[in-house]
């Protein structure tokens, strides 16, 4: 069982910066994929950023070039480093990873962190 905890999160101004921090912990091998998703009262859980165990990183178009995903694999941890923050970047967002158990992919979601961008 794999288990995800979060910091980093708060509140900060438009045009500001803000770093999460996330780091699996429990029996873990076999990760794969981790990274950050966000949600939005109302709105469907969307992908924000993912990193490969190799390194290999996408993001969501809306946030290409001002927010960047980081991994450790020997730590078991990966960041999301968030600049030139916008109101529509307030949401809480939730670690994730996914990982191989035998034949089968497991994914888990940490329990989530907000992030609330004013102007």
């Known amino acids: 069982q794999v288990q995800l905890v979060e910091s980093g999160g708060g509140l900060v101004q438009v045009g500001g910066s803000l770093n999460l921090s996330c780091k699996a912990v429990?029996?873990?091998?076999?990760?794969?994929?981790m990274g950050w998703y966000r949600q939005v009262p109302g709105n469907e859980r969307e992908m924000v950023a993912l990193v490969t165990y190799s390194g290999t990183a996408v993001y969501h178009d809306s946030v290409k070039g001002r927010f960047t995903v980081s991994r450790d694999n020997a730590a078991n941890t990966v960041d999301l480093q968030m600049g030139s923050l916008r109101a529509e970047d307030t949401a809480k967002y939730y670690c994730?990873?996914?990982?191989?158990?035998?034949?089968?992919?497991?994914?888990?979601y940490g329990q989530g962190t907000q992030v609330t961008v004013s102007s």
């Open positions: 429990g029996s873990i091998f076999g990760l794969n994929a």
């Open positions: 994730y990873a996914d990982w191989y158990s035998g034949s089968k992919v497991w994914d888990a």
